[in-house]
């Protein structure tokens, strides 16, 4: 077994598809099928199952995944630890995030990136979880954030960053960061909200279904401007990720309460095809650790009364 053969899996492993992620590697099926088998017979049992439809993951499979996905991120990781350190980081990342967070933590963060290391040029590419991923998954893009949308196993995935939903009002309304509010309380609004398979408006049926709610939605976007523009007008209230709202709330632009036990989780993902160049594993750990003082930073508050 070596890194290769992991990275080999992986890709299997993510796209589903023996031809398919021969397709991606550019390599001939048998041999893609024949590597898959050299690892089942070092392991002494089927990693996958065949079907017409594509491969899955057996139960030994799925532990495989998310070793080897640790395997090759610490391998990618000491690679660059013993690097010249000495030696400029330089070079090209592209680099996929969802809109809700470019304006409040992504370009603060990569503007301190560019600071530091004013040799790495990159491009930025933004989307949904699933535009993102599959992106990662075929090689386009090096490094991804993405939500919790897609729950098969990650090739290389890492914990990002946690953030509440907020239902948010007018600038003159009464919610208030420091005041959590239920899920009766926001299925009693009109809401303007994120369209499924949206991760945000996934959770936000999910925690009013558990209170036996169903959310009333009056508009559907995914913009977030879009959704500023309806509730700052006083008509209606929306839901959506604080990172989305943070900069007009602080203006005074709106006003905001989480909703108790809404949270939406990001990750940073890699791409399985390859190992990681130095100037993506350097963004990957500076997004990270920025991404630890983004949330230190915010005032969003647990608890509290109902409003």
């Known amino acids: 077994m070596n890194i290769r053969q992991l990275r080999t899996f992986i890709q299997v492993a993510e796209m589903r598809s023996i031809s398919r992620a021969a397709t991606v590697l550019h390599t001939a099926q048998p041999a893609l099928s024949r590597q898959i088998r050299l690892l089942e017979d070092e392991f002494g049992e089927d990693l996958f199952e065949r079907s017409e439809r594509g491969v899955t993951l057996t139960a030994l499979g799925e532990q495989m995944l998310h070793r080897a996905a640790s ?67 075929v090689g386009a893009l090096d490094l991804a954030i993405v939500s919790d949308l897609d729950h098969s196993p990650g090739a290389r995935m890492q914990p990002l960053l946690r953030e509440p939903l907020v239902l948010v009002s007018h600038p003159r309304g009464e919610l208030r960061m420091g005041r959590p509010v239920s899920a009766r309380t926001v299925a009693q609004h009109v809401l303007c909200t994120a369209s499924r398979p949206n991760i945000i408006r996934l959770t936000l049926e999910k925690v009013l279904g558990r209170g036996g709610f169903a959310p009333q939605v009056g508009f559907e976007t995914n913009s977030h401007l879009a959704i500023r523009a309806l509730v700052g007008s006083g008509s209606i209230h929306g839901v959506t990720s604080y990172s989305s709202i943070a900069a007009v709330l602080d203006a005074g632009r709106v006003t905001a ?39 230190k930073g915010v005032r969003w508050l647990k608890g509290g009364a109902e409003t």
């Open 257 to 295: 309460a989480p909703i108790k036990d809404a949270v939406v989780s990001w990750n940073l993902i890699a791409t399985p095809l390859k190992a990681l160049p130095r100037q993506a594993v350097v963004l990957r750990d500076f997004m990270t650790g920025a991404a630890a003082a983004w949330v």
């Open 71 to 137: 395997v090759v991120r610490d391998f990618d990781a000491l690679r660059t630890d013993l690097s010249d350190r000495s030696k400029e980081i330089s070079g090209h990342v592209r680099f996929g995030v969802p809109r809700s967070l470019v304006e409040s933590y992504v370009a603060p963060a990569l503007t301190e990136f560019r600071n530091r290391y004013p040799a790495v040029s990159m491009l930025l590419i933004e989307g949904t979880t699933l535009e993102l991923r599959e992106q990662v998954r």
